[in-house]
């Protein structure tokens, strides 16, 4: 009876490390069944940026659009079908799906029905990274594809770039990110562009004022206004970055310092009188070796968020539909 319960107790012991082991992600999952995958998609993502130097963050863009709605699953992916409404109807800012589709098809025509979009999501973000000029990481995969979109959390998940400090904050702790993480995942707007109509409410009536918003550098602001006017196009672009817009560089935490944030919400991250992000702002400004291996980090926690591993979900062979 005692030998029976022990080996019960040791079977379940080994259940339990299956299943556990089982949802773990591994950044060498694909070492046997696609060992070129990283390289596949790095060469698709060079092709892409010489025609469009924006890709590389518009890619990492996708891969947190991806993470923050039920998990890193390339549900962002997926059109509007019968059974549900896709995500990209939700939100107008995303775009790269087409090198994305250009990176699956490489990717399975290598080795098929191998690799999850999720995961080409996961690779792109890291590669655009470093092919900008960041720091690498070990990405962790074996996620697979989810088979239905959630376009109603889309509304909720994100928070807006005209939300307070302490908002943001409280999001981004829902899904189990610190202070600190919040601090050097915004450092991903050192690349890519932001349309007028996510800023414009700082620069000619801030918070029912009449006038700027008081926390915005002077001449930045003349410059803000010339690129987007008054009752103009809404839809113009303007880049996170002047200085070095393509690079991802710690020169996202200096323009922070010289009161040239782009965004409500990048620059209430020093601005915020008292706020716990200060000290990690100026940290970073000091020492880019520091906010890339914070920038990794938190990347990689990303990733992390409630990974399809197992046999859940499945492997897309086309990322804009589930399968059959
Ligand atoms: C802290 C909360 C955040 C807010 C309020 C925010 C807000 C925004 C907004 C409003 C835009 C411009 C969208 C448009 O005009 O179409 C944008 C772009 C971007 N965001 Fe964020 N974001 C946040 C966090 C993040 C995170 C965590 C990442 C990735 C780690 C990220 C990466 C990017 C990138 C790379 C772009 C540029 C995309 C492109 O040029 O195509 N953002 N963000």
């Not at 009876?1 to 299956?18: H, Y």
């Not at 069944?33 to 990492?60: E, F, H, W, Y």
């Not at 594809?145 to 981004?172: E, G, H, Q, R």
């Not at 196009?233 to 922070?256: A, E, H, K, Q, R």
Request: proline share 3%; aromatic share 8%; glycine share 6%.
């Amino acid at each position: 009876m005692a030998f029976a319960f022990f080996s019960l107790n040791v079977e379940l012991c080994i259940l339990a490390f299956v299943v556990c082991s089982s949802a773990q992600l591994s950044p060498t999952f694909y070492q046997n069944t696609c060992p070129n995958v990283s390289s596949i998609v790095g060469q698709v993502l060079q092709q892409a940026l010489q025609k469009d130097s924006r890709m590389a963050a518009s890619l990492i863009h996708l891969f947190f659009h991806d993470c923050f709605v039920n998990g890193c699953d390339g549900s962002v992916l997926l059109s509007n079908s019968a059974n549900f409404t896709g995500e990209q109807t939700n939100t107008s800012s995303l775009r790269g799906f087409g090198v994305v589709d250009d990176m699956k098809a490489a990717v399975e025509n290598e080795c098929s029905a191998t690799v999850s979009c999720a995961d080409i999501l996961a690779i792109a973000a890291e590669r655009s990274v470093s092919m900008s000029g960041g720091p690498s990481w070990n990405v962790q995969l074996g996620r697979r594809d989810s088979t239905t979109a959630n376009a109603t959390l889309v509304k909720t998940a994100f928070a807006s770039p005209t939300d307070s400090l302490s908002t943001i904050i409280t999001k981004f702790q829902k899904l189990g990110f610190s202070v600190t993480d919040v601090v050097a995942l915004s450092g991903a707007h050192t690349i890519g562009r932001a349309r007028c109509q996510t800023f414009s409410s700082r620069l000619y009536n801030f918070s029912g004022t009449a006038k700027p918003d008081p926390t915005l550098n002077s001449c930045y602001l003349s410059t803000l206004q010339s690129a987007c006017p008054q009752n103009g196009n809404m839809s113009s672009i303007t880049s996170f970055d002047p200085g070095t817009p393509n690079t991802f560089d710690n020169n996202y935490f200096i323009n922070l310092q010289n009161n040239m944030g782009l965004l409500q919400s990048d620059q209430e991250l020093l601005s915020t009188t008292g706020a716990s992000t200060i000290f990690t702002v100026n940290e970073f400004s000091n020492s880019q070796a520091n906010f890339f291996s914070n920038f990794s980090n938190s990347m990689i926690k990303m990733g992390n968020i409630s990974p399809l591993t197992g046999t859940r979900g499945e492997i897309r062979l086309n990322c804009w539909k589930v399968n059959g």
